[in-house]
């Protein structure tokens, strides 16, 4: 079966420009994670949703960034006037409900200039 | 709050020498973790995790409560265990994962 796909793979944008990143869990999979990957930073939490109940967004490190879950499945990561440190690989990762381990899609690459 | 360390950024290691990447990790309660791995070109995949206590690709990893670490061994390095591995934490009764900032394993033929 196909594995936790994401879109695009690379975005260059603009800065002050709006971003869309798209995750497509692997099917059935309940938990879905986003991540974002920087340079010296590691992997940091954004955002989590679990089937039906309100996402954890603690790790949202601004109102620029949001997310959604349609129908429990495809999820969006939003930003808002991107800003140049927004620059990173951002990462998807779903995980069927309680199993703890996740599994990452290939990321988006988004460099903002 | 659930916070993990990894204190080495890079790490070089000759063929056949052995690995130890560390790991500390902050939290109050009773902890799950794990180690996962990014080869070059390649996704994060889990590598192993604690309550498996199994070994993988000849990696072994046990959890030490009293000095709150989970560091990562291998006898004998090989050239495929180039990678970036990160340690993650998760808490009990919580799915989210908390990551360190990884350490860049090279491994030097």
């Known amino acids: 079966g196909a594995g936790v796909s994401q879109s695009p793979s690379n975005k260059v944008t603009e800065k002050g420009k709006d971003v869309e990143l798209r995750c497509d869990p692997i099917s059935g999979h309940t938990a879905l994670y986003w991540y974002r990957q920087s340079l010296g930073q590691g992997l940091e939490f954004l955002i989590y949703?679990?089937?039906?109940?309100?996402?954890?967004k603690s790790g949202l490190p601004s109102d620029r960034f949001s997310a959604e879950r349609t129908g429990g499945s495809v999820s969006t990561l939003t930003i808002q006037r991107t800003q140049q440190e927004d620059s990173a690989v951002y990462l998807c990762?779903?995980?069927?409900?309680?199993?703890?381990?996740?599994?990452f899609g290939e990321g988006s690459r988004l460099t903002v200039l | 709050a659930q916070r993990v360390t990894q204190p080495e950024k890079l790490l070089s290691v000759f063929k056949g020498a052995p690995v130890e990447l560390k790991c500390n990790y902050s939290y109050s309660g009773s902890p799950e973790l794990f180690w996962y791995v990014q080869y070059s070109r390649q996704r994060l995949q889990l590598l192993l995790r604690?309550?498996s206590r199994e070994s993988i690709k000849g990696f072994t990893a046990d959890l030490n409560k009293g000095e709150t670490s989970f560091h990562l061994k291998k006898p004998f390095a090989q050239e495929e265990d180039s990678a970036m591995y990160y340690c993650?934490?998760?808490?009990?009764?919580?799915?989210?994962?908390?990551f360190g900032t990884g350490t860049r394993l090279t491994i030097i033929p």
């Open positions: 993650a934490l998760r808490g009990f009764g919580n799915e989210k994962l908390t």
């Open positions: 949703f679990q089937g039906n109940s309100a996402p954890d």
């Open positions: 990762a779903s995980s069927p409900a309680g199993a703890g381990e996740l599994f």
């Open positions: 604690h309550i």
